[in-house]
């Protein structure tokens, strides 16, 4: 399949939503040891893997999500995956990389360049403590990135008491919707509704619902603007890719991103 980047991440992810009424996100973390050993006997197992992933989950997936360390740890061999997946995902889905990088002006122009013009991804996610100097490239590429606001990893506690999230979330609104959304972790559901008042018509990004333990109903009611426009974006990167590590893996991937969906649609849909 040839990607052809046709629209920015805010327009194909509005597209693709109405289309098939999925806010599912697919997480492409093939972490190497994990793989089916079906997979690993391939010449390039992560891209083997992957293909197969995203054959069965297509369907479901509102947007696909590599992260860049699994690919980086496999060297060369893990770069010519992610190039090869990318490239393979259909076009009308929009793919995030997770690479969370935050780096001064120059430095962030060769990130963008990199992510953007070579490996053409549609959005990214960022770390946004160096400041503005994270946001201006972004911006003037008419890109898009999700800032970090609040993760979903226990220690993200370490900052929740200082009110870090919500002054993220504040200085974010100078910023425009077109441009950026936020990562808002599923495991810290109180302070969910917090962050979707402070980032309104703002898509969300939420990592932590399956193996990290956050509830997907309180996330959906909690995290969305509305039904008709959700503005979110779930992720589910093992429960989905390792929901079987025999030869069916690939069958039992699309059985799960099929269950998410249903079970998500039913959650968007009560008002």
């Given amino acids: 399949m040839v990607k052809i980047v046709l629209k920015s991440f805010w327009y194909k992810y509005q597209e693709r939503y109405q289309a098939i009424k999925s806010v599912l996100c697919v997480g492409l973390d093939p972490e190497f040891g994990q793989l089916p050993e079906s997979a690993k006997k391939a010449a390039n197992p992560i891209w083997e893997f ?51 990088i935050g780096d001064i002006g120059n430095t962030m122009n060769a990130y963008i360049s ?59 609104q100078n910023y ?47 995290a969305k603007d509305s039904f008709a426009t959700p503005n979110i974006l779930v992720n589910s990167s093992r429960g989905i890719i390792f929901a079987s590590r025999g030869k069916d893996f690939a069958s039992a991937a699309r059985k799960e991103a099929r269950r998410l969906t249903r079970e998500m649609k039913n959650a968007l849909s009560q008002e």
């Avoid at 997936?61 to 699994?70: E, H, Q, R, S, T």
Wanted: net charge negative; with cysteine.
């Fill in 50 to 100: 992957n293909k197969a992933i995203i054959e069965s989950t297509a369907e479901f997936a509102c947007a696909y999500k590599p992260n860049l360390a699994f690919y980086l740890a496999d060297g060369i061999r893990g770069l010519d995956a992610l190039y090869k997946t990318v490239e393979f995902i259909p076009e009308n889905i929009p793919v995030i990389l997770d690479a969370k």
């Fill in 176 to 222: 425009p919707q077109e441009n950026f959304g936020a990562v808002v972790g599923a495991t810290y559901s109180a302070n969910l509704k917090t962050m979707r008042n402070l980032l309104l018509n703002r898509i969300l990004l939420i990592p932590g619902i399956g193996a990290q333990g956050g509830d997907l109903k309180t996330v959906l009611q909690e």
């Fill in 114 to 172: 990199a992510f953007f013009a070579d490996l053409k991804v549609d959005a990214i996610t960022i770390n946004p403590l160096i400041g503005s100097d994270v946001m201006q490239p972004v911006q003037e590429r008419n890109a898009f990135a999700f800032v970090l606001c609040l993760t979903s990893n226990p220690s993200a506690a370490d900052f929740l008491k200082e009110g870090m999230a919500e002054k993220i979330a504040y200085w974010l």
